[in-house]
């Protein structure tokens, strides 16, 4: 059971857009940056959002993350095919002695 | 070129204790702010965070799981070494290591998020 809840899949067809949620708590989406994360089948995740709204160089701007109180989403926009992997918000959690949290990812389908 | 890499055994006994490296390279993981933390994936599940530890060597472990968990630095070969103790089936995944830094005296502490991963290395836990 993860400590942040995610839907288990979305889809869309190309160049739809599409969000994915991200359920917390005030200990961790609440009172910190949220990320996330990209995993293509069999590779190791890339990192997508961090800081809550902030791109790496080299992820186009069609992803996009934001944050109201204890959730957070990313949009993808103009869907493409090579889009359809697994993605997993992430943030610190404040609470204990402080641990980093995963949501329990989302399979995104590009019918 | 930032990489990094895990390594370990692929095979390990029930009871037995899990030590695992990671090879850092094109960074210093005693350079501030600059962090490595495990993550684990058993087959067809989630990501789980297990330990980070910090340039100063401020470490933290999940919840779930620090009684079994050792995070440390080996400066002399650039590693990070994870040990898990009394291994069980359900503790078989794939292990990654990857790099994240941040800025702490701010509220809330800045996260540039995990941003260089190694590829993984699977440990499968059988008798």
């Known amino acids: 059971q993860s400590v942040l809840t995610q839907p288990p899949s979305v889809s869309g067809t190309p160049g739809q857009r599409v969000t994915i949620s991200c359920f917390g708590s005030n200990s961790n989406v609440g009172s910190n940056y949220v990320s996330w994360y990209q995993q293509l089948p069999g590779t190791a995740p890339k990192l997508l959002i961090f800081?809550?709204?902030q791109r790496p160089s080299g992820v186009p701007d069609r992803f996009s993350g934001s944050k109201s109180g204890t959730s957070a989403s990313l949009a993808i926009s103009g869907l493409r095919s090579d889009d359809e992997a697994d993605y997993y918000c992430?943030?610190?959690?404040?609470?204990?002695?402080?641990?980093?949290?995963f949501g329990g990812g989302t399979k995104l389908i590009v019918l | 070129q930032v990489t990094l890499r895990e390594s370990g055994p692929a095979l390990v006994k029930p009871t037995q204790t899990l030590t695992l490296t990671c090879s850092v390279s094109g960074f210093s993981f005693s350079s501030p702010g600059t962090c490595v933390s495990w993550i684990r994936q058993p087959p067809g599940k989630a990501l789980e965070w297990l330990a980070r530890?910090?340039?100063?060597?401020?470490?933290h472990y999940s919840t779930s799981l620090k009684t079994r968990l050792t995070i440390s630095k080996d400066f002399s070969k650039d590693q990070v070494v994870l040990t898990m103790t009394n291994m069980d089936p359900v503790d078989t995944a794939t292990y990654y290591c990857?790099?994240?830094?941040?800025?702490?005296?701010?509220?809330?502490?800045?996260?540039?998020?995990?941003?260089?991963w190694g590829p993984g290395t699977t440990v499968i836990v059988s008798s």
């Open positions: 530890i910090d340039w100063d060597d401020e470490r």
């Open positions: 990857a790099r994240i830094r941040i800025v702490r005296g701010l509220i809330p502490t800045y996260s540039y998020g995990m941003d260089v």
């Open positions: 992430a943030a610190w959690d404040d609470s204990l002695s402080g641990a980093e949290v």
């Open positions: 800081s809550t709204n």
